[in-house]
Nanobody
Framework: QVQLVESGGGSVQAGGSLRLSCVVS????????MGWFRQAPGKEREFVGA????????YYADPVKGRFAVSRDNAENTVYLQMNALKPEDTAVYYC????????????????WGQGTQVTVSS
């Protein structure tokens, strides 16, 4: 069974940085395209960024372009989300997700999800 476990969330002041990690087990990590999503209180879950199996292709939602970066270490079965220049509107629960099809990640339809980690940005 595929399991995804996020870590690295917390509280930070606006302008600060955080790095989230997500460790995948239960299947060959390099089989999966990976994505990060977030859900703020009272809002629908939204796509943040994605990375292809080999790490050569990334894609970001407009609100985070230039501030967030997704990377992966296939030897460590881990995907990362580096978040810089954080804003209060980035406050949300952040989820990592995995799927064998890149389009499923981009279209908010990945097969596997983590449990989420809270990120709170204060002004």
């Amino acid at each position: 069974q595929v399991q995804l476990v996020e870590s690295g969330g917390g509280s930070v002041q606006a302008g600060g940085s955080l790095r989230l990690s997500c460790v995948v087990s239960g299947n060959t990590f390099s089989n999966f395209h990976m994505g990060w999503f977030r859900q703020a209180p009272g809002k629908e879950r939204e796509f943040v960024g994605a990375i292809s199996r080999g790490g050569g292709v990334t894609y970001y939602a407009d609100p985070v372009k230039g501030r967030f970066a997704v990377s992966r270490d296939n030897a460590e079965n881990t995907v990362y989300l580096q978040m810089n220049a954080l804003k209060p509107e980035d406050t949300a629960v952040y989820y990592c997700a995995a799927d064998g099809l890149y389009n499923n990640v981009l279209n908010n339809r990945p097969s596997y999800w983590g449990q989420g980690t809270q990120v709170t940005v204060s002004s």
